[in-house]
């Protein structure tokens, strides 16, 4: 076991990697009374196309991971949101483009959930009669979400921007794809993408390091692993270009939501260059487009936008973007507005006094989340996974100059990589 101090954070990271491979890491938080932990595999939506090593190449139906996520809950002598339930835990799990995290919050019985949380994500139960009883489930769900105009618009937007990138394809897959997932792709998933070398642990709040750390040692060293290669994946060539610039449907809805955003040509996928960027790109959104700029405030008195108005930034393997937008009474009006500031903005680059401002607004956001056990556990792990350390990113927006700022917004706004999804109003 080792332990990683920042001093300049008053955090203290204790970490060991076991002998299976798997990654512990406990943040002591004395005085909180909340244990939050996550049990995240390094697999998501995405990885749809990979290859085990020793194994032959694979292709699996679009949803599977999602699929895998929520099959694991059941075991052979029930549910086991129960068990947590009893331990007086409370327990969930979800999937994104890029990982699968399955989580537990409680204030007592840390041990015991603990061991339950690693006893019921390592062992797999799926029969022919679950998964099909399943499949109608998460159909269901799929077919829900397609009337869900938040969802619609969303999603849109990145049906829009990309073309070949499974990013594209929901989460959940389609109604098709999840028809087709058997009991047997589920094992051959679990089994690549399940193994402790593939996993990472992480608990924080008012527990002990040491102590947690060999429970979770203990815990793994009753347990036998197969030997786990690398995981290779495959991923079609994305071209540069968006797939269409506009995306447009109907819904009942109040206000047309409107979202669009730009495609980035992806770089360092990992490690310091990666997370550079992407705390270069959330400066800038937020110095441009921030409830405390000077755009945000003339669109919202022009009753262009709403509370509801926000921007992001997403990146993964193989994909980074922005989103920008929200209910609106004129999507178009809206797009043409923030395009052309951003191209101005992109012209003439950001200020000192509002690159400075914003760098402290953003530092100080940071500096909350870390009163937060539920956010630092999901945007730790978020980090890791993209070979970043969160306790750095004080150091790394320090380090941020005016400069670097604004060659990613030169290369950022770029018009032929804009895409726009809209979901406006259909006639009664």
Not at 139 to 144: G, K, R, S, T, Y
Request: aromatic share 10%; with cysteine.
């Amino acid at each position: 076991m080792s332990i990683r101090s920042y001093p300049e954070l008053q955090e203290t990271l204790h970490y060991a990697k076991l002998d299976n491979g798997l990654e512990v890491f406990v943040l002591p938080k004395p005085g909180f009374t909340k244990t939050y932990a996550t049990f995240t595999t390094r697999y998501g939506s995405v990885d749809n196309h990979f290859r085990a090593a020793g194994k032959e190449e694979v292709r699996v139906p679009d949803g599977i991971a999602h699929f895998l996520e929520h099959k694991m809950f059941e075991e052979p002598e029930g549910d086991i949101f129960s068990v947590f339930a009893s331990q007086g835990a409370s327990a969930n799990a979800f999937t994104s483009f890029d990982r699968t995290v399955y989580l537990f919050s409680a204030a007592g019985s840390v041990e015991a959930n603990l061991d339950t949380l690693l006893n019921f994500v390592q062992n797999p139960y799926f029969t022919d009669e679950s998964v099909e009883k399943e499949k109608g489930i998460i159909i269901q769900e799929i077919n829900m979400y397609r009337d869900n105009p938040d969802w619609r618009v969303y999603f849109g937007l990145i049906e829009a921007l990309y073309s070949k990138h499974p990013v594209h394809i929901d989460i959940a897959g389609t109604a098709e794809s999840v028809s087709s997932i058997t009991k047997e792709m589920l094992y051959e998933c679990y089994y690549t993408f399940y193994h402790p070398s593939n996993m990472s642990l992480f608990i924080v709040g008012g527990v002990d390091g040491e102590s947690t750390i060999e429970r979770v040692r203990a815990n793994q060293a009753a347990k036998t692993f197969a030997p786990a290669g690398p995981i290779e994946r495959f991923f079609e060539p994305e071209p540069t270009e968006v797939r269409q610039a506009i995306k447009e449907s109907k819904l009942p809805v109040s206000l047309p939501k409107c979202l669009f955003g730009y495609k980035d040509v992806p770089g360092d996928e990992e490690g310091e260059n990666a997370i550079r960027r992407e705390l270069a790109m959330k400066l800038l959104l937020d110095a441009l487009l921030g409830s405390s700029s000077p755009l945000y405030q003339q669109m919202y008195d022009d009753n262009l936008i709403s509370d509801g108005f926000g921007h992001e930034y997403n990146t993964g393997p193989g994909y980074a973007f922005s989103v920008i937008g929200g209910d609106t009474r004129d999507p178009d009006e809206l797009v043409s507005r923030i395009t052309e500031a951003l191209g101005a903005a992109a012209g003439q680059g950001l200020s000192v006094d509002v690159f400075e401002r914003t760098r402290r607004k953003k530092i100080g956001a940071y500096l909350r989340m870390l009163n937060s056990p539920e956010a630092i556990a999901g945007e730790f792990t978020r980090y890791k996974l993209r070979g970043g350390d969160l306790f750095r990113v004080v150091e790394l927006y320090e380090s941020l100059t005016l400069d670097e700022v604004n060659a990613h917004l030169r290369e950022h706004v770029k018009p032929e990589r804009l895409a726009v999804s809209i979901v406006r109003r259909s006639e009664p």
